[in-house]
């Protein structure tokens, strides 16, 4: 826990670390469809884009499978049909459900041969909450945050096709996490669907596979796992290897690192036959694709006659445990830890099917503390993975929260749920200093406050009298580092405390490292360190380091420092806490963390794209549920309508969409915020959005009402982009005219 810092100052260096691994896979380029030209007058001025509409209530149907029927909010969707599959092609509509990029360079990369750990979520049939793209209004959702653990996630449910809600996709890419979908068959109805497309000619289950990686490298997630329980006739049990073996090698073609898994359910014989192991029964389905997802009822001796079946291809076998502990196993819910120990001893990976076991089944209100636990009981079993890339951003948000709150100020009251906001999350636990010290440092998550989004890190901590500082490791990364990064942290103490924080580095030589200097970027000059300012900063990196050491509301710092290295490899990120000079108590603290921001300093150099060619489409108008009291209140419509913009989604973190609202006011009271304070209506991370039921003024006879939508890019460095410089389209909206007759 103490940590020595080579390099004096706020940030500190250190020199032990594990050696670098190679690179992981490259990014994919950004797919689309072709987009449909919305059917609106357009006018041109000043750049900004005017669409007219005359009030109507009988809006064009939109597709059920994309939109909530109620509130045509998009949707992630399934497909539960084999004529569904083979029908599907790219609409503008599925661009909604595309993820925003692959996932992020990791390492060790998943095709090493460490043993992995695989989570399968099976939550109450799929598609809850999480389905709205956008995110919706629900309280205490269930939440998965300790990806730094994992290496694939399987997003589980009966459907046939299981396509992987965007939220959770995004969310795990962020961290280096890799998505599967599934495709399963089930009872009478699956033996059917096999044998259409597997007990006949080739080009059947070839078809089948194709959309099945069409699928995948569209939506831009990984791959599949295969999930056939029904028996086959001999005719489609012997297809069954050719099957995957296409799959798999197709998949390979289209999606970089994609992964195609086998469950263990029917045998070689075309049987419906559970073998808790991989044996000669089930090996030919092995040998096809990428790795075999055993059953659950599984005990040691199952384990060890494994070893001679998987020989060099042991990682690629995923021992399955329920963590709901179904059925004869060795251990599940708080005992999870049991089966671990004895996969991790025999050299398997590991497959966690439902450990939304802790939100199912335990007190909701304990869920925090619950999930901590669970985690924590299976850490020594879980080796962490390393994300290897810059930028390295995060507020530690979970997509989740009671209001919404942006750099430190309130901007949503109300619960609010969107996975796909999730921002990258630590290494959660407690840690005791060794020995006989009574030093001791907790880290979790926290809702009370939040720099950006909806939840901060709460680290609560002892320093002991004979320790001078104590150090958490947050985030484990291994990153050649650039000649110059600039860093930046935002905090503050609860309550009074006179011990300091500081943001800790620790570096590995990558070829002679070096620490050339570190300076402070606007803040007050150190005792140890002179501030060293910029020559005339270009506009990116003057609007990063543009709040650095201001005051902000509700007690949040920001400092920020520039670091010049060579031939060093950036290998974890510590925060320390140091007591202050002379004291000889125990100090106590409470701090929270609100945001840390590592950036190569290359990358604020180049110029800011622009979002052009904002769109609006898909108008929908109804009456308001309820109208305002008072003889002079106006009328309220609801609006609903799909915004489009283009931008290089590389270079984006998320949209924020905001709106003005014209004569007329606001429905909750007083006067319309303006041009100079959207209304924030939510967050995008694709190139559209769908605003839902806005509260609009309806305008009488001859007159025109007016919103204006605003698109806010939010780059991957995390600055804040003036509002001068964001995308934004104007909607002109009139009543019918009336008939004089």
């Excluded at 589980?156 to 495709?183: D, E, M």
């Excluded at 359910?265 to 192991?277: A, I, M, N, R, Y």
């Excluded at 630590?426 to 060794?434: I, K, S, T």
Aim: proline share 7%; aromatic share 10%; glycine share 8%.
């Amino acid at each position: 826990m103490a940590a020595t810092r080579v390099a004096s100052g706020r940030c500190g260096r250190r020199l032990q670390g594990p050696a670098a691994r190679e690179a992981g896979p490259e990014d994919r380029s950004e797919r689309a469809p072709e987009r449909r030209q919305p059917r609106r007058s357009l006018e041109e001025a000043q750049e900004e884009a005017v669409f007219r509409e005359v009030v109507g209530f009988t809006p064009d149907p939109l597709p059920v499978r994309y939109y909530d029927r109620d509130t045509t909010s998009p949707v992630s969707f399934y497909l539960s049909s084999l004529e569904e599959l083979l029908a599907w092609t790219p609409s503008i509509e599925d661009s909604f459900n595309v993820a925003l990029g692959p996932p992020v360079c990791r390492q060790p990369p998943l095709s090493s041969r460490r043993p992995r750990t695989l989570v399968c979520h099976d939550m109450m049939g799929g598609y809850l909450d999480d389905r709205f793209i956008q995110g919706s209004a629900v309280l205490s959702p269930y939440s998965f945050y300790h990806w730094q653990y994992i290496d694939i996630f399987v997003y589980f449910s009966h459907h046939l096709v299981t396509i992987p809600t965007v939220g959770w996709t995004n969310a795990a890419h962020r961290h280096g996490v890799c998505v599967l979908g599934t495709f399963i068959t089930e009872w009478s109805e699956g033996e059917k669907l096999c044998e259409a497309f597997l007990a006949g000619a080739e080009r059947s289950f070839r078809a089948v596979a194709d959309q099945l990686v069409r699928i995948a490298q569209f939506f831009r997630f990984d791959g599949w796992l295969i999930n056939i329980e029904n028996s086959l006739s001999l005719a489609a049990v012997g297809n069954m290897p050719p099957f995957l073996q296409y799959l798999t090698v197709e998949l390979h073609r289209a999606v970089p690192g994609g992964l195609v898994l086998w469950y263990d359910s029917v045998v070689q014989s075309g049987q419906l036959k559970w073998q808790d192991e991989l044996n000669e029964h089930n090996r030919a389905f092995f040998e096809a694709c990428d790795g075999f997802f055993t059953n659950y009822n599984w005990k040691e001796e199952h384990l060890g006659r494994m070893l001679v079946q998987a020989g060099e291809r042991r990682a690629d076998v995923y021992v399955g445990v329920d963590v709901f502990a179904r059925g004869n196993v060795v251990g599940g819910q708080f005992n999870t830890n049991k089966s671990l120990e004895l996969i991790r001893r025999h050299g398997f990976s590991v497959a966690l099917f439902a450990p939304g076991w802790v939100y199912e089944c335990l007190e909701k209100k304990d869920f925090f503390q619950n999930q901590d636990k669970f985690w924590s009981l299976l850490a020594r079993y879980l080796p962490t993975h390393s994300i290897c890339s810059l930028p390295f951003v995060t507020s530690f948000c979970l997509g989740l929260g009671t209001r919404r709150l942006c750099y430190g100020q309130e901007e949503v009251v109300g619960p609010w749920y969107h996975p796909g906001a999730q921002e990258l999350q630590p290494l959660f636990g407690e840690h005791q200093l060794e020995g006989d010290g009574r030093g001791w440092v907790k880290t979790h998550c926290c809702l009370a406050d939040a720099w950006n989004g909806g939840s901060s890190l709460l680290i609560r901590g002892a320093i002991p009298p004979e320790v001078g500082h104590m150090a958490v490791r947050l985030f484990s990364l291994q990153v050649p580092m650039p000649p110059k990064v600039f860093l930046s942290l935002v905090y503050k103490f609860e309550g009074p405390t006179a011990v300091t924080v500081a943001l800790e580095l620790s570096m590995g030589d990558a070829g002679g490292c070096h620490v050339s200097g570190i300076s402070a970027l606007n803040a007050e000059t150190s005792l140890r360190h002179s501030t060293r300012p910029l020559r005339v900063p270009p506009t990116k990196l003057a609007r990063w380091a543009g709040r650095c050491g201001q005051p902000f509301s509700g007690g949040w710092v920001q400092r920020c420092y520039e670091v010049s290295v060579r031939g060093c490899l950036l290998q974890d990120l510590f925060i320390s806490f140091s007591r202050p000079p002379g004291s000889r108590q125990e100090e106590t603290f409470v701090c929270r963390l609100g945001e840390i921001q590592v950036v190569d300093a290359k990358s604020l150099l180049s110029p800011l794209p622009q979002v052009q060619a904002v769109t609006v489409s898909q108008v929908r108008w109804q009456p308001a549920d309820s109208e305002p009291e008072g003889p002079s209140a106006p009328t309220w419509l609801r609006l609903s309508c799909t915004l489009h913009w283009t931008y290089p989604l590389p270079q984006i973190h998320c949209f924020r969409i905001h709106c003005c609202r014209g004569p007329g006011g606001d429905p909750r009271g007083g006067e319309s915020p303006g041009p100079e304070k959207p209304i924030f209506l939510g967050l995008a991370f694709t190139n559209q959005y769908r605003v839902v039921d806005l509260a609009v003024a309806a305008m009488g006879p001859g007159q025109n009402g007016r919103v204006e939508f605003l698109v806010q890019p939010v780059p991957r460095e995390g600055f804040l982009v003036p509002q001068a410089e964001w995308g934004r389209a104007t909607l002109l909206y009139t009543s019918p005219a009336r008939d004089r007759h």
